[in-house]
C-alpha cells in the first residue's frame, strides 16, 4: 500500500453522512484503522444531499476518486436518503463512463456508525483501485492551469 | 467580509504526537480571511473555551474555525462557547484532525499535510456560512410506550408518577409481556406473578395511564416533542367497556381446540378466552380462527350467555390518532425458533421443551398447576438433562453470535426448583462456560450446585435421540475427557432469546437504526445507553439487548427519567439546518414535495412584483422550519436550483470540494 503511494498520491474525496458513515469513519479513527491520507472526507447530512455536480466539480478539480457513503439501505437517518442517493448515483455513474471515466474512480459505500472497521476496509481498498488506475485526467479543468 | 479565528487543539498528545500543531496554527493564520490563528493544549476545556470567547471579542470574530476531535464529539461545547461571546453558533466549523488523522497516520509530515488541508477546507466553508435561527416548537405532554412487558410497565408507571399522561401500546391481549409467563424469579425465587401482577394493577388504576391492549403502531409521523402515531386497535370481537371479566363465556364455549399461547401451547383454550387470571385488562377476546360463530355464523352462546351484552362479533379494526412529545419502544423478546437445531430433537420428541415451556410446566397456574410432569405421558420424570448455549454464542449461523445472558441464571434456578420440589429427580446440565456475574448471582449458582447438588457437565450435546421411552442425551465432557450417553426423561434447551420480530417494522416507522442482530441501536454504547440515535425516541429492556428483570426495571426507570426530562420543557429547539427555496428560482414543479420524507414542503400562491405596477401570483414551495429535518433530498431533486440547505449549501459543500482538491 505505502509502496503504490509513492508512485503516485491519488486524491479521494469521501462524501460521508453525519449519522452513519460519518460516524463510522470516527470509529475507524478511534479503533485506529489506518487509511491512506489522501482520503478526505466531506461531511453531509445525508447521503441524499449529494448533488452529483459535487461529484463532477471533484473530478474536474483533479480528485482521482470519489465514494459516496451513506447508512445501509433501511437504516437512513431521514427514512429513505439513501435511496435516492442510489438512484442517482446509478445515473451519475452510467453518464460518467459514457464520459470515459473508469467505473472504478467512484463508489457507493453503506458504512453504519458501527462498522469503524468496514469503512478502514472499504478506503483502503478504493484506495488501491485508485492507484492502479493512475491519475484522473479525463474531467480536469484545463482553465485553471497555468 | 469575515474575520475568522483558527484554534487548533492538541487534545494532550492525541493531536500534538503525529500532527505539528504550531504548524497547522501557522500556516493557517496565512488563508484570507483568518485574522487570528492559535493553538492550546485542550481546547474543550474552560480555559481553550475562553481563550475562543476572549478572541472573539477581542478580534471582533466574525467566525470560528476549530481544528480538534470530531464534530460529533464538541461542536455542541464549542458552539455554546460561540454563543456565550455573542457569535452566532452556526458561525462555527469544526476540522476533525483527530479521528481522521491523527489517530490513523503515523506519518508526521503526511498527518500535518492533512490537518492543513482540513483546516482550509473548514475555512472555505466557514466563509460563506450565514448565521443560523433555531426555531423552537412546543412540546407535547405526553408519552408512547411500545410495549407492555415489565420493561414498559415500569417506564409507564414512573413517567406517570412524574404527572405526564402516558398510553401502554401493547399487541398480546393483555400486558405482562413474557415476565408473567415465568414461575420463580432469579437470584430471591420470589414468584414472578407475586412482583408483576401488582405493577399491573397499578397501571390499570393509574388515571395518567391508558392502556391500549390488542394494538399495534400503524403510523408515525413527526419529530421530538410533536410525534403523531396511528395506533391500530385489533378487533377482539368483545366491548372492552362493558365486559367485567366474569369469564361465564369461556366456560360455555364450545370451541375448545385453538392453542394457548400464554401457556406456550402446551395445551388448549376456547375460542373466548381471557389469557390468564389476572390480565389486565381482565377482558376477554375471541381468536377469530377457533370461533365458531365467526367461522361459519353457527354459535352465538357467549352473546347469549353474556350478562352484560358485551360480546360484538361484528367489531371491526380501528384506527386511533394520538400525539405524543416522546416514545419508548420496549417491545422486548421471543426466544428462537429451534428449526435449525434438528439434532436435539425439539420438533420431533414432545419432551425436549424450551426452558420457556418448562416455566409453564413449572407454574402453579400453568398447564399441569406446576405438577412436574412430561408432556408425552405425564409421567414425572426422574432425570432432567439442561442444555445451555442453544443458538446463543453459535457463529455457525444457524443461531445468535451474542449471548442470552440470562440463561445461566435461570438454567441454575430450574435445576434448583426441580431438587427443591423433586429431591430424588437427577438434574444435569451441558454448559459451555457458565457466566453469572450480578449481585447475588454467583453465589445463586453455587447454592446449585454445592447445596443442590446439581451435576454441572462442561461440554457440548451433539445429539438427543429416543431409545424404547426415554430420551438419550449425546454429549461430551470435555474436564474428564469422556463420551457420554445419559438417558433423560425430559430434556430442556435455553433457546437463545432474540428481539421481538415486531422491531423491525416498528423501527422503520420511527426511523430509528437496527443493528445486525436485530436490536436496537443506542445513541452511545456508553454515555447513552437509553436513548436512540433518533430525538425523542427512548429504548427500554430486551429490544436493546439481552438482559435479566433487574437490569430492564433500571434501564426501564433510566428511560423514564430522560422521558420526564423532555416533557418538562415547554419548547424545543429546531433543527437549524432547514432547506428552503429561492422563490425566484422556484418554478412550483412539486418534485421536492414528492421527495421529502417529512412532508415539511407545501406550495403556497404568492403574489410577485414584475416592475411597473405589474404584480403575478405563482405557486412556489414553503418549507415548514419546524418540520424540516435537513436531509438535503429536495435540495438535489430540485430541477431549477431552488431548493437551498441552510448549513450545508450548494455553494458551501462546492467550496469544500475546491479546497480538498486546490493542491
Known amino acids: ?11 479521494i474525496v469521501a462524501f460521508c453522512c453525519n449519522w452513519c458513515s460519518y460516524a463510522g469513519a470516527d470509529l475507524a479513527g478511534s479503533s485506529r484503522l489506518s487509511y491512506p491520507a489522501n482520503v478526505k472526507i466531506i461531511r453531509v447530512p445525508c447521503s441524499c444531499r449529494v448533488n452529483p455536480t459535487f461529484i463532477l466539480k471533484a473530478f474536474q478539480k483533479g480528485a482521482d476518486g470519489v465514494i459516496l457513503c451513506g447508512c445501509h439501505p433501511g437504516d437512513c437517518h431521514y427514512t429513505s436518503g439513501n435511496y435516492y442517493a442510489r438512484r442517482r448515483m446509478t445515473l451519475l455513474f452510467s453518464m460518467l463512463d459514457y464520459l470515459g471515466i473508469e467505473r472504478e474512480r467512484t463508489r457507493v459505500e453503506w458504512v453504519s456508525a458501527a462498522e469503524g472497521a468496514k469503512f478502514s476496509k472499504v478506503m483502503n481498498e478504493f484506495a488501491k483501485t485508485i492507484c492502479e488506475l493512475g491519475e484522473n485526467k479525463r474531467l480536469e479543468d484545463l482553465r485553471c492551469k497555468d | ?54 478572541s472573539i471579542k477581542e478580534h471582533n470574530l466574525t467566525g470560528v474555525v476549530v481544528c480538534s476531535c470530531s464534530p460529533r464529539m464538541h461542536e455542541a461545547t464549542f458552539r455554546r462557547a460561540c454563543e456565550s461571546a455573542g457569535l452566532n453558533p452556526y458561525m462555527l466549523e469544526v476540522a476533525n484532525i483527530r479521528e481522521q488523522v491523527s489517530w490513523i497516520h503515523k506519518d508526521i509530515e503526511e498527518a500535518t499535510e492533512k490537518a492543513i488541508i482540513l483546516g482550509r477546507t473548514a475555512i472555505a466553508k466557514l466563509r460563506l456560512n450565514t448565521p443560523l435561527t433555531a426555531g423552537e416548537s412546543p412540546v407535547i405532554k405526553r408519552a408512547l410506550v411500545i410495549g407492555g412487558g415489565i420493561a414498559g410497565i415500569q417506564s409507564a408507571l414512573d413517567i406517570a408518577e412524574a404527572g405526564y399522561e402516558v398510553d401502554i401500546v401493547e399487541k398480546s391481549p393483555t400486558i405482562g409481556g413474557n415476565m408473567a409467563k415465568l414461575d420463580k424469579t432469579f437470584p430471591t425465587l420470589d414468584c414472578a406473578a407475586c412482583i408483576l401482577t401488582p405493577k399491573m394493577v397499578d397501571c390499570a388504576q393509574n388515571e395518567k395511564i391508558d392502556i391500549l391492549t390488542f394494538s399495534e403502531i400503524e403510523s408515525v409521523k413527526g419529530f421530538v416533542g410533536n410525534f403523531k402515531v396511528g395506533i391500530r386497535k385489533k378487533a377482539r370481537f368483545v366491548n372492552e367497556k362493558l365486559c367485567t371479566g366474569c369469564g361465564v363465556c369461556t366456560q360455555k364455549c364450545p370451541s375448545k381446540r385453538g392453542l394457548n ?19 389486565i385488562p381482565n377482558v376477554a377476546i375471541i381468536d377469530p380462527e377457533q370461533c365458531l360463530k365467526l367461522k361459519n355464523g353457527k354459535c352465538g352462546l357467549c352473546a347469549m350467555q353474556c350478562p352484560t351484552k358485551a360480546i360484538d362479533y361484528t367489531q371491526q379494526d380501528e384506527i386511533v390518532e394520538r400525539e ?20 436435539y430433537g425439539y420438533s420431533t420428541y414432545k419432551d425436549v421443551v424450551t426452558s420457556l415451556e418448562f416455566e409453564r410446566i413449572m407454574n402453579a397456574a400453568g ?55 423433586y429431591p430424588d429427580t437427577q438434574v444435569n446440565i451441558f454448559y459451555i462456560d457458565v457466566r453469572t456475574p450480578g449481585k447475588n448471582y454467583d453465589e445463586f449458582y453455587r447454592r446449585a450446585v454445592e447445596q443442590y447438588g ?95 428483570i433487574p437490569e430492564t426495571v433500571s434501564q426501564a426507570s433510566a428511560c423514564a427519567a430522560k422521558v420526564i426530562g423532555l416533557l418538562a420543557k415547554d419548547k424545543l429547539k429546531c433543527n437549524a439546518s432547514t432547506a428552503g427555496a429561492d422563490e425566484m428560482l422556484c418554478t412550483g414543479c412539486s418534485l421536492c414535495e414528492n421527495v421529502c420524507p417529512y412532508g415539511a414542503i407545501t406550495y403556497i400562491d404568492k403574489e410577485f412584483r414584475l416592475g411597473g405596477g405589474r404584480t403575478e401570483v405563482r405557486r412556489v414551495a414553503s418549507v415548514n422550519p419546524a418540520v424540516c429535518q435537513g436531509c438535503g433530498a429536495c435540495t438535489v431533486t430540485c430541477p431549477s436550483g431552488a431548493m437551498d440547505l441552510k448549513g450545508f449549501s450548494t455553494k458551501q459543500i462546492m467550496a469544500e470540494v475546491d479546497a480538498i482538491c486546490k493542491n
Open chain 2, 1 to 54: 467580509m469575515q474575520r475568522i479565528g483558527v484554534f487548533v487543539c492538541w487534545c494532550g498528545s492525541n493531536i500534538s504526537a503525529t500532527v505539528d500543531v504550531e504548524k497547522v496554527s501557522a500556516v493557517l493564520a496565512l488563508e484570507p480571511n483568518v485574522v487570528i490563528s492559535q493553538n492550546y493544549q485542550y481546547m474543550c476545556s474552560e480555559n481553550g473555551q475562553a481563550l475562543i470567547r476572549n
Open chain 2, 261 to 279: 399461547d400464554f401457556n406456550m401451547n402446551l395445551n388448549t383454550r376456547p375460542a373466548i378466552y381471557i389469557p390468564f387470571a389476572q390480565a
Open chain 1, 1 to 11: 500500500m505505502q509502496e503504490l503511494n509513492k508512485e503516485h498520491k491519488p486524491l
Open chain 2, 454 to 548: 446439581v451435576n454441572y457437565i462442561k461440554g457440548m450435546v451433539g445429539k438427543v435421540y429416543k431409545e424404547g421411552d426415554n430420551l438419550v442425551v449425546q454429549g461430551s465432557d470435555l474436564i474428564n475427557n469422556e463420551q457420554l450417553l445419559i438417558k433423560s426423561d425430559m430434556v430442556v434447551l435455553a433457546a437463545a432469546i432474540e428481539p421481538d420480530p415486531s422491531v423491525r417494522k416498528i423501527a422503520t416507522l420511527l426511523t430509528t437504526s437496527i443493528d445486525t442482530n436485530n436490536f436496537l441501536t443506542e445513541a452511545h454504547a456508553k454515555l447513552k445507553p437509553v436513548e436512540s440515535p433518533t430525538a425523542g425516541i427512548f429504548l427500554s429492556g430486551v429490544c436493546q439487548g439481552p438482559k435479566d
Open chain 2, 324 to 343: 405524543y412529545g416522546a416514545i419508548v419502544v420496549a417491545t422486548g423478546y421471543k426466544p428462537i425458533s429451534l428449526e435449525n437445531f434438528n439434532e
Open chain 2, 367 to 421: 398447564p399441569t398447576s406446576g405438577h412436574l410432569e412430561r408432556p408425552s405421558d405425564h409421567k414425572q420424570p426422574k432425570v432432567i438433562t439442561f442444555i445451555q448455549c442453544v443458538g446463543s454464542r453459535d457463529t455457525s449461523g444457524c443461531g445468535k453470535p451474542y449471548c442470552s445472558k440470562i440463561c445461566c441464571m435461570y438454567t441454575a434456578k430450574h435445576a434448583m426448583l426441580v431438587r427443591e420440589k
